[in-house]
C-alpha cells in the first residue's frame, strides 16, 4: 500500500503564503474555520486545565486560576461571536473586542501569579489571596453556575513546584496568551488591508479612521 500523498492544496499553502501572507491571511479571517478554531483551542485549555490539572493532578485552583480560566472562557465565546458572520467586519468586531480584552485579561493575571509563584519558593511567603468568593468582572457569578471549574479552593503559588520543559503554568500561559494576542492583531490587520484594498479596487474612498 503505497504512501499516501498530502493534498495539493496543502502542499501549495507555504508558497502561497509567502507569495502573499496578507491577502491569505485575510481570506482564512473572513471564513470561520479560523475563528471556530481560536474558540475551540481556548475552550480546549479551559477543560485541560480542569481535567488535568484539577481532576488528575489534584492541584487546587486559586483565586488568580478561576480568573484565569474565565478569562480564556471570554476568548473561547469571542471566537464563537466572530464566527457568526466573519465576512461581515461590523458583526465580527464584538468577536475581536472581547477575544482581545479577554486575552490581555488573562495575560496580566498570568504575569501576577508568575511573580507570586516566584515569591512562594521563600520560606517566609504570605500568599496575597483574597479570603471568600473570587469577584469576577461584570458581578457574574461563574462560580455558582460551575462551581468545579470557577471555585477558588487553593491557595496562590501552592503550584510553583509544578513545570513542563522548566516552565512554570504561569509561564505557559504568559506564551498562551500573547500568541492569542500576536494571531488575534494579525487577524485585525489582515482584515483592514483587506479592506482598503477591496475599496482601492471599486475606486471608493476608504472612510475615515479605517
Not at 54 to 59: D, E, I, M, V, Y
Not at 92 to 118: E, R, T
Request: charged share 15%; net charge positive.
Amino acid at each position: 500500500m503505497g504512501v499516501r500523498k498530502p493534498p495539493k492544496a496543502i502542499l501549495r499553502l507555504p508558497g502561497e503564503l509567502l507569495d502573499d501572507f496578507w491577502g491569505v491571511l485575510g481570506g482564512w479571517e473572513r471564513g470561520r474555520a479560523l475563528w471556530l478554531s481560536g474558540g475551540l483551542s481556548a475552550l480546549a485549555v479551559e477543560l485541560f486545565s480542569y481535567f488535568y490539572f484539577q481532576r488528575h493532578l489534584g492541584l487546587k485552583p486559586c483565586e488568580y486560576c478561576v480568573l484565569i480560566r474565565f478569562a480564556v472562557l471570554g476568548l473561547a465565546l469571542g471566537g464563537f461571536l466572530g464566527a457568526i458572520v466573519p465576512a461581515f467586519f461590523p458583526a465580527k468586531l464584538p468577536g475581536y473586542l472581547l477575544s482581545l480584552s479577554a486575552s490581555l485579561w488573562g495575560l496580566h493575571l498570568s504575569v501576577k501569579l508568575d511573580f507570586i509563584n516566584l515569591a512562594a519558593m521563600d520560606p517566609d511567603f504570605f500568599s496575597p489571596c483574597a479570603s471568600g468568593r473570587v469577584k469576577f468582572p461584570f458581578g457574574l457569578e461563574p462560580d455558582k453556575l460551575f462551581p468545579a471549574h470557577f471555585s477558588a479552593l487553593g491557595t496562590c503559588g501552592a503550584d510553583s513546584a509544578w513545570s513542563f520543559w522548566d516552565f512554570t503554568m504561569p509561564e505557559i500561559l504568559i506564551i498562551v496568551f500573547s500568541l492569542y494576542i500576536l494571531g488575534l492583531l494579525l487577524m485585525l490587520a489582515a482584515s483592514i488591508l483587506a479592506r482598503r484594498r477591496s475599496l482601492k479596487g471599486s475606486g471608493a474612498t476608504p472612510p475615515a479612521g479605517t
